[in-house]
Structures are given as C-alpha cells and as structure tokens.
C-alpha cells in the first residue's frame, strides 16, 4: 500500500500524455457536430484511462495477466461508452437543431407583431384624426350646408368600413402569426370557389369600368380550407379590380402540374417594379400611390395587409404563392396540393 502514491503518479502522468494532446484535439474540433464532440471527448477519456494503465504496467505494478484483464475491462467499457456516446449526441444535435428553428420561428413571430404595432400605430391613427375631426365638425355644426353635411357623414361611413376592414384583416393577421389558424382540409372544387367570389367583386368591378373573366373550362379541386381559400381569392381579386385601370380586364384561370393545382389572376396594373415583386407580401407593404389609377392617399386597396394575409393563409394550407409582371399587368399565382377529383 505504500506503493500507492507512486502508481497513482504513474497512472497520472501516463493519463496525462494521453489527456492534453486529446484536449487540444477536442478544441480543434469544437466547431464540428455535437456527436463528434461527445465521441472525441469519450475516446478521449477512455485512451486516457488505457494511458494511465499501461503506464502503470510499465513499471511493473501490474502482472501481464492482471494487465490483460484490465485491458479486456476497458476496452469493454470503451465500446459500450461510445456506442452510449454515439446514440446521446445524435439525440442532442437533434434538440439543438429543433430548438434552433423554434427560437427561428419565435424571432419572426417576434417580428411580425412588432412590425404590426408599429403598423396599427402608424396607420390606424390618421384615420381615426380625421374621423374625429369631422365628427367635432358636425357636433359644433362648424359645417350646416346640407350637401356638405352629407358628404361628412358619407365619408364618415366609408371610413367606419374601411377601419372595421383593417381590425378584420389585423385579427386575421394575428390569428397567422400565432398560428392560432387550426384549418380543416378537405378537397375543394375551385370552380365554385371562383365563380362565388367573381360574383361577389362584380359591383366593384363594375364601379371601377373593370371586366372579371374566368377562362378555365374544367377547373381542379385542390386540398384546402374552404373559407380561407375563399377569402385568399376575394383579396386577390380586390387588389386586382383596384390596381387595373378603367376598361381594362382581370383574367382569373387554373390549372394542374402532376400533384399540384395552381390558380392565377392576372390583372393591367402596369406591372409592379422589379425592387417591389419580392416584397409585396410583406405586412404593411404599399408600393407607390402613383401607379394605382384609384389612388386614395394611402395608395392600396386595403392597409397593406391584403397579401401578407393571402401569404399567410395559402402557407397554412400547404402552398405558396408567387407574383410576377406579365404582359401588361402582373400576375399572381397560388399553388396548393391537388386533388385527384376534377370540379
Ligand atoms: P394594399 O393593396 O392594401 O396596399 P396589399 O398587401 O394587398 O395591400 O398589397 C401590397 C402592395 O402590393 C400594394 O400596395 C401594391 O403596391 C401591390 N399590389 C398588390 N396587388 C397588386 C396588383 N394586383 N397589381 C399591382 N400591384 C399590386
């Protein structure tokens, strides 16, 4: 026993020799994956503890067959450590990468609300200003000449929907970015989905000297949520009718690629300029007033909502959508699964 301090000496100084060159390793290694680093940190320990021993069987501590079974001992727990090793870092490189795109997905919930207050700040106050300063007009009877009256209260009226419009699509908006959606699919006949929504833009096409066609003849059925699906299409055609000047035409048409049916509504807007194409589905994104023929100082159809909404629904469905200048307009374009079915 009063050989111990001396093998424990040995022991470590063998471990050791193994030990500092494996720790210079492990640091070249930390940028590699997390499996490689649990298996280099256990070979690591365990060549250190082989060191350790051979060490001590070098200087005669040890007879040949005890090194024998300290060798089979650890060589044992050598492979059954790695295999643990190998099995425990693959787990913790995949909670790593699922906890990246959670903290990825939290950063853009993040951003998107954010955006959004700075959205509801900036935009939902001007309005209310001006609402409130013809309602004083009214009450101090500031304004008495009937036409003129009348014309406040119109306007009052026609700002009162188009704010109840921006708290629908803000709700909307929220509902996504919480994906608070809990959609139920079921395969969707397109035809009728279309023809519902054309008739209900028509008076406003109308208004607006705007010819809707639809071009499709047998239109498919894709996998989708029906009342989302539909109000995706009634912003599309809303932003179309709007953006395409008097006597000008919106051409809705569909059509299927093996597993996936896409819709399209082209309008005459012009075109949209190549710097906005990649950022008009973004939340409170308005391109210039100018280029809308309707343009009513904040320049859009809506608040700058409208294709965030219709990206955030179509997503939530599985597709995507896609915009892109062609002919004399633009082009938008929804790609979702289709059905085998035909409507
Ligand atoms: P809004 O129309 O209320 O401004 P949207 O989110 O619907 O908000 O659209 C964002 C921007 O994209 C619009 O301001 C406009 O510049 C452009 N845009 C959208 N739809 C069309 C279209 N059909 N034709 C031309 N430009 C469009």
Redo the contacts with the bound molecule.
């Keep these: 026993m009063r050989d111990l301090p001396l093998i424990a000496g040995f022991a470590l100084a063998g471990a050791l020799a193994v030990a500092v060159p494996g720790a210079l390793v492990l640091r070249l290694l930390r940028r590699r994956s997390v499996t490689v680093h649990v298996l280099g940190l256990l070979t690591v320990t365990v060549a250190a503890a082989l060191a350790g021993v051979l060490a001590v069987a070098q200087a005669m501590f040890i007879s040949p067959h005890d090194l024998q079974v300290l060798l089979a001992v650890l060589a044992a727990a050598g492979v059954v450590s790695l295999a643990i090793g190998w099995w425990s870092g693959r787990r913790l490189a995949r909670d790593a990468v699922w906890a990246d795109q959670v903290r990825e997905r939290e950063r853009q919930v993040e951003a998107g609300r954010r955006e959004l207050v700075a959205w509801v700040s900036h935009d939902l106050r001007t309005p209310l200003a001006g609402l409130r300063a013809m309602a004083e007009a009214l009450e101090d009877r500031v304004v008495a000449d009937p036409d003129t009256v009348h014309e406040y209260h119109r306007r009052l009226r026609v700002e009162a929907d188009r704010m109840a419009q921006l708290v629908d699509d803000l709700f909307e908006l929220s509902r996504i970015h919480a994906d608070a959606l809990h959609l139920t699919l079921s395969a969707v006949p397109l035809g009728d989905l279309v023809s519902d929504a054309i008739a209900s833009a028509e008076p406003v096409a109308a208004a607006h000297g705007v010819r809707v066609v639809a071009t499709e003849p047998s239109w498919p059925a894709v996998t989708g949520s029906e009342p989302e699906l539909g109000r995706v299409i009634a912003?599309?055609l809303r932003?179309?009718i709007?953006?395409?000047p008097h006597d000008g035409t919106v051409v809705v048409s569909a059509g299927r690629d093996r597993d996936t049916a896409w819709l399209a509504?082209a309008?005459g807007?012009g075109g949209?300029p190549e710097a906005?194409l990649p950022r008009?589905?973004d939340v409170a994104?308005?391109?210039?007033p100018a280029?809308?023929p309707r343009s009513r100082g904040?320049?859009?159809?809506?608040?700058?909502?409208?294709?965030?909404i219709v990206r955030g629904l179509v997503e939530a469905q599985g597709g995507r959508v896609d915009v892109a200048n062609s002919g004399t307009?633009?082009r938008?374009v929804v790609r979702l699964p289709a059905v085998a079915a035909r409507g």
């Design positions: 912003n599309l932003n179309a709007h953006y395409t509504v309008d807007c949209i906005d008009v589905f994104f308005r391109g210039e280029r809308s904040n320049g859009g159809a809506g608040g700058g909502l409208g294709l965030a307009g633009c938008f």
